[in-house]
C-alpha cells in the first residue's frame, strides 16, 4: 500500500485483534483528517473482476459480491505473484460467522424465520457457484481451489466490501476499519469515504480520535439481524 497508495504516517495496521485487523493511531487525529487514499489500480472492481474472470465462462446471475469472491479465489489460487498478495495474507485464515455458515441446527435457533431462510439461501448460492466453475477452477490450481476456501473468501467479499457511487467495491487497508456507532453523527458512510474524478478513494475519519487508539467508523444504522447476515456481528 504504501508503495501504490498511501498512508497517514501515523496510521498503522494491526492484526491478531478479536475483531480481525484494525487501523490504529500513533497521535491524535481530528475530524475529517484524510487517513488512506487508494487508486483505483489497487481496488478490486466487480467491472475489472469481470474481465479477469473471462476464461470462466459467463458470469450472468452473479451478484457482485458473488463475483468479488470469485476474484479474491482467483487472485489468490490462479495468479503467481499477485499485486494483492500482502493484502491477501491480512485476510482471515478462517471463514468469518456470517449467517450463511451457520449449520442447520444453528439456524434452528434463529427466531426470525425471514433471517433463516436468508442464511439457507446465501449458502445455498455459494454451493451452487462452486459446482457452476469447480471444473475450470480445479483446473487451474487443485491444491487451493475448494469449496472451503469459497466460503472463506465469500464471506470475506460480503464484510469488505463497500458500496460508493452506485458500484460495488473492495479497497484494501480500507476495509480494516471496524465499526462503531458514532451517536451524535447524522452522516452517512460515503461522507467519509470520497471518490475522485480518477476513481480514487480518499478516506477520512467520522470522528476525533485520540492517540494509541483504535480508528472506528461507522458502517450503517442496520438493524443488528443485518450485521450478522452481511458481517458477522
Same mark, same amino acid.
Given at each position: 500500500?504504501?508503495?501504490?497508495?498511501?498512508?497517514?504516517?501515523?496510521?498503522?495496521?494491526?492484526?491478531?485483534?478479536?475483531?480481525?485487523?484494525?487501523?490504529?493511531?500513533?497521535?491524535?487525529?481530528?475530524?475529517?483528517?484524510?487517513?488512506?487514499?487508494?487508486?483505483?489500480?489497487?481496488?478490486?472492481?466487480?467491472?475489472?473482476?469481470?474481465?479477469?474472470?473471462?476464461?470462466?465462462?459467463?458470469?450472468?446471475?452473479?451478484?457482485?459480491?458473488?463475483?468479488?469472491?470469485?476474484?479474491?479465489?482467483?487472485?489468490?489460487?490462479?495468479?503467481?505473484?499477485?499485486?494483492?498478495?500482502?493484502?491477501?495474507?491480512?485476510?482471515?485464515?478462517?471463514? !468469518? %460467522?456470517?449467517?450463511?455458515? *451457520? @449449520?442447520?441446527?444453528?439456524?434452528?435457533?434463529? &427466531? =426470525?424465520?425471514?433471517?433463516? +431462510?436468508?442464511?439457507?439461501?446465501?449458502?445455498?448460492?455459494?454451493?451452487?457457484?462452486?459446482?457452476?466453475?469447480?471444473?475450470?477452477?480445479?483446473?487451474?490450481?487443485?491444491?487451493?481451489?475448494?469449496?472451503?476456501?469459497?466460503?472463506?473468501?465469500?464471506?470475506?467479499?460480503?464484510?469488505?466490501?463497500?458500496?460508493?457511487?452506485?458500484?460495488?467495491?473492495?479497497?484494501?487497508?480500507?476495509?480494516?476499519?471496524?465499526?462503531?456507532?458514532? !451517536? %451524535?453523527?447524522?452522516?452517512? *458512510? @460515503?461522507?467519509?469515504?470520497?471518490?475522485?474524478? &480518477? =476513481?480514487?478513494?480518499?478516506? +477520512?475519519?467520522?470522528?476525533?480520535?485520540?492517540?494509541?487508539?483504535?480508528?472506528?467508523?461507522?458502517?450503517?444504522?442496520?438493524?443488528?439481524?443485518?450485521?450478522?447476515?452481511?458481517?458477522?456481528?
Amino acid at each position: 500500500l504504501r508503495e501504490h497508495a498511501w498512508m497517514h504516517p501515523d496510521v498503522i495496521l494491526m492484526s491478531n485483534l478479536p475483531e480481525g485487523n484494525g487501523l490504529f493511531t500513533k497521535t491524535p487525529l481530528k475530524h475529517n483528517t484524510t487517513i488512506l487514499r487508494v487508486p483505483i489500480s489497487l481496488q478490486l472492481t466487480v467491472e475489472s473482476s469481470k474481465e479477469l474472470l473471462g476464461s470462466l465462462g459467463s458470469l450472468e446471475n452473479l451478484s457482485d459480491v458473488e463475483i468479488l469472491s470469485l476474484r479474491l479465489l482467483w487472485e489468490d489460487c490462479a495468479v503467481e505473484n499477485s499485486l494483492y498478495r500482502p493484502y491477501l495474507n491480512t485476510l482471515p485464515s478462517e471463514t !468469518p %460467522p456470517l449467517l450463511f455458515t *451457520f @449449520s442447520n441446527e444453528e439456524l434452528d435457533l434463529v &427466531d =426470525d424465520v425471514t433471517l433463516k +431462510q436468508f442464511g439457507q439461501q446465501m449458502r445455498s448460492r455459494v454451493h451452487d457457484i462452486w459446482n457452476r466453475f469447480e471444473e475450470r477452477l480445479m483446473a487451474l490450481n487443485s491444491t487451493c481451489m475448494s469449496l472451503t476456501t469459497l466460503e472463506r473468501l465469500f464471506a470475506v467479499a460480503s464484510s469488505h466490501s463497500m458500496h460508493i457511487d452506485g458500484t460495488t467495491r473492495i479497497v484494501p487497508m480500507a476495509d480494516a476499519i471496524n465499526h462503531k456507532v458514532n !451517536p %451524535p453523527n447524522d452522516h452517512v *458512510f @460515503s461522507d467519509y469515504h470520497i471518490l475522485d474524478e &480518477d =476513481d480514487t478513494i480518499h478516506v +477520512q475519519t467520522d470522528r476525533v480520535i485520540g492517540s494509541n487508539e483504535q480508528i472506528y467508523e461507522e458502517y450503517d444504522r442496520m438493524d443488528n439481524s443485518l450485521h450478522l447476515a452481511f458481517f458477522g456481528f
